[in-house]
Every structure is written in C-alpha cells, then in structure tokens.
C-alpha cells in the first residue's frame, strides 16, 4: 500500500507529510482547495510528465517522495525489474522521489538510486491504479471498451500473437504494392530496355576490353611503323631500281672491261657475286618477314574498329568505355527482373493468402476468449449493479466483425444497457447519465481489478453527479472495495466520505501574501464537522450535524 506521501515546494503546498493507511482513505475539500494537487504529486512519482511551473513560487525545486509498503509476492515480483536497474529491494519498504527543479530536467529516484521514468511506468503498472473524471469520456470510445474486455481477460499475450500475424500479413501487402509500383513503371520502359540490351549483347563489352585494346593497339602502331621501314628496305634492295638492278648492271659492265682490268682487281667479280647474294638473301628475308606479318595488319584493323564501336556505344550510353560490362549486366539483371516480376507478384498473392490465413485462425481465437470473457464481465458488472443501485439495469458485451480486420483482430467491442425496466439495448454512454456512468466504472474497476490485484486503487471524484441514496451505494462498494486493498478516493460526497477508514482534509489559507495548501488527518469530532458541511455548505447547522453523525453511525 502507499504508506506516505511527502511533498515539498509544489504547487500551492509547501512543505506536507501524509500518512495513509489500508482501506478506505477520504480527501475532501472545497472546491479550488488543493486536492487534486496530492494526485499529481504522486502522479510524479509514478512517472508523469514534470511541469518546472509545479515548483512552488518562491522555490528552486520541488521534491515528491512516495513510500509504499510491499506484501511478499509483490516484493518477490518487483525484485526482478528492480534489480535489472541495480537497485536492491532488501525490505518491504519502496521509496520513489522525484526532483523538479525550477530550471533543467526531473530526476528519478528508486531507494535513492537515479533511475529513468521508464522503471517509474514499469512500477506504475504494478502499484497504482488510478482512476480520473476522463475516464467517463473515455467510455464513449470503442477502442476503450474492446481494451477494457481484453484486459478482463488476460488477453495481452494473444493479442500479441494477433498484432504481430497482422503485421506479417500487412507486409506482403504492401511488398505487392510496391511489385505492382515496378511493374508499372518499367512496363513503360520496357521497349526502351529491350532495345539497350539488344545493342549491348551485339557488342557483349569485357570487362576491361576498351582500356586492353587501346594497348595492343598502341603496340601495333608503333609495329606497323617498324614494317613501313623494312618494307621500304625491301623495295631499296630489290624493288625497281633497287641495290639488286644496280648491282646486276655493275656485273654487266665488269663482264665487258673484266679482261681489262689490273690484277688487284681480279676478285672484283667474285665480290659482285657475293653482294649480288647478299642483296637478294637480305630481301628475301625481309620478304618471308613481312610475309608473315601480314595477318598483324588484319588485327590492328579488328582492333580499330572494336575500340570505335565500343567508343561510340559508350558515347551514345553518355557513360565511361569502362563501364559498359557493369552497366550491360545491369540491363540483364533489370530485364531479368521485369520478366520475373509476374512470378514474383504470384508468389505475393501467394503470401498475401498464406498470411491471412494464419492471421484469421489467430484471430478466430482471440474472438472466442473475447465471446466467452463478455459473458463473464456482463455477469460480474451486473452482479455489481445491485449493490450501486443500478438494479433495474441490463448490461451486456456485444461482439460484431470488423469490415476489415485490424491489428487488434475482428472483432469490435460495444458495452450496451438498458437503463429501465421494459428498454432495448443500446450503446452504454447513449443511455446511461452522468452519474450511472461513473457507477459503471466503478463496477468495471471492481471487476478489472480482482484480474490484475493492483495493491492502490485511486479514485478522483468518480462519485461525481450522484447523490443520496446512490452515493451512499457507491460509498459501501468503494468501503468493500478498500477490504481487499487500499483506496484513496477525492470525493465531494458526504455519503462516500463517511465510508471511509480516514478522513483527509485539504484546505487553502494565506501567509505572508502567499496562498498555500495543506492536508490534515481529522479526528472524529472533525470529520463529523467536515461531513455537515459537506451536507449543508458554508452554514453549518445543528441539523447537518446530525446527519453527519447518522452518515457516521
């Protein structure tokens, strides 16, 4: 239970000590006077948002400490999650604080450890329950009455289940639509690709070709420089008017004058032999030579005319001559991928189905813990009725299915009643007042919270717009409820405020120029004083007294 709450420099209370105790715990007040203030305090130290404008007038920081008492399981179920933080839990005692300063960001602590406002949320799950005047908004909503249903009925874990094979489901929806997306937008390029792709497996470009062939090519010119010149030496020794005419008419002439000359001439005619052979082996050897060189002149030609076309394709595809392998494969692969793109959207219906399915048997089961849970809460809210005096009332869980399925499964939830006697159905907030609602809640409160065993249960004003009788019927359920745990309830009725096990009083004054708030435990010939005045306003009268003392008896 929440054993103490101290609060300094907050809002409108300066420095305030609050001691509850199990069961019933009343705060009553006049209007404006600071009760809900006390909420917000350990609205704080369960993790709410911090408001540096709550630090006190006057105040650099506004500190909030809750002390809660904890039974064995509770411990034993809260040691975990505290040790995860490095936090012991050595005894029964849970101490939050939270530090607001007026300038900079909140701190949190847990056992004077700092801690982050997720652990204070986790915490808040298992410790406080708190029940406010929104919720009769709330009760409006759909989504608020389907959640209701499903934390009735412990159903966190399937529907876990459920949101996540709805997710898988929507996945290959959307993985469809972004296949029918492509399929779309490359149906209108297609032709242009086809085209592209024909051009590129014409050339079929290597990786690395046009950069190679530029090599060789530039090998083959300076080659073809080096057969221009012993060609040019081949036609200088035995083309027209080469060495060998010249030489073959030096041998004519020497026949004519051979008988003539000196005798150190007479080896004349064998060395005119001899460079008459030698002319003619030397050309006939660059002959055989260029001869075989023929075919590399063939090749140069190849070369050149490769390195034009690859040139010209990459200049047409404005892209480096290096990257056309890279970009010929990516053309394969794209029109290997609009091909596919039928199969692959079959194999997406295909899922889409298979998905669904899956999606459907999981939700079927949600469905049904869901029909069977709506019976039992209709039966537990009604059981509750009698005693808020809704006898007359009828309360049942209808279960319809969604157009659509949702994340959340099939199914949408409506709480219906028939306020009288005799009345058809209809949606709860359509038919019931201000005040059977707030009845309402407090029976659906009494039934969620036998399923969750939440140690504080925390009401504000749920007792709203009753009175007599009906409040005096709400009182009894909430004194009821404090048996089984502690309730701290801010109430405007006497006939609930007289139920309870303390009695709080919170009142506004002024000192110093300054208004303040502050809270005190009232004695009985107190409460029976607040309770009269509660009945009767600022004049209190014997009479009121009284009834007080009747409401107390």
Known sequence: MLAALHISNFVLI?????????????????TGAGKSILLDALGLCLGDKSDPKSVRVGADEAIITAEFLLDDDLMEELAPLCSQSGIPLEDDVLILRRVVPREGRSRAFVQDAPVSQQLLHHLRER????????????????????????????????????????????????????????????????EELALALEEFDRMAPLPGEEEELAGKRQEMVKFSKLVQDLEHMRLSLSGDGGAEERIIDASRIL??????????????????????????????????????????????????????????LARKHRMPASNLHHHHESLAKRMEHLSSMEEKLQAAETAIHQKRVLFDEVAARLTKVRQEAARRLADEIMNEFAGLKLERARFEVALEQLPQPASHGHDQ????????????????????????????????????????????????????????????????????????????????????????????????????????????????????????????GDMVTDEARKAAMSLLS
């Open 413 to 536: 939830v409506t709480f219906l009643a028939a306020m009288n006697k005799g009345q058809a159905l209809a949606p709860f907030h359509e038919v019931a007042s201000g005040g059977e609602q707030s009845r309402f809640l407090l029976a659906l409160r009494v039934a969620l919270g036998a399923k969750r065993n939440i140690p504080v249960q925390l009401f504000d004003e749920v007792d709203q717009g009753i009175g007599g009788q009906t409040a005096a019927a709400v009182g009894t359920r909430l004194e009821a409820l404090g048996q089984h745990g502690q309730v701290i309830l801010v109430t405007h009725s006497p006939q609930v405020a007289a139920k309870g096990a303390r009695h709080f009083l919170v009142e506004k004054g002024d000192r110093d120029g300054v208004t303040f708030s502050q809270l005190r435990l009232l004695d009985d010939a107190e409460r029976q004083e607040e309770i009269a005045r509660m009945l009767a």
């Open 127 to 190: 410790l406080v329950e708190i029940h406010g005047q929104g919720e009769v908004g709330r009760l409006a909503r759909r989504s608020w009455q389907r959640q209701a249903l499903d934390e009735f009925a412990g159903n966190n874990a399937l529907l876990l289940d459920v949101s996540e094979s709805h997710a898988a489901w929507a996945k290959e929806i959307a993985h469809k639509e972004e296949l029918e997306a492509l399929i779309r937008t490359d149906l209108g390029q297609r």
């Open 255 to 312: 026949g004519r004058i051979n008988d003539q000359l000196p005798e150190q001439l007479a080896s004349l005619e064998g060395l005119m032999d001899q460079a008459l052979e030698y002319s003619r082996e030397a050309a006939g050897q660059i002959e055989d030579a260029l001869g075989g060189f023929g075919g590399d002149q063939a090749a140069l030609e190849r070369i050149e005319e490769r390195l034009f076309a690859l040139r010209e």
């Open 14 to 30: 300066e420095r305030q000590e609050v001691y509850f105790g199990p069961g019933l715990n009343v705060l009553s007040g006049e």
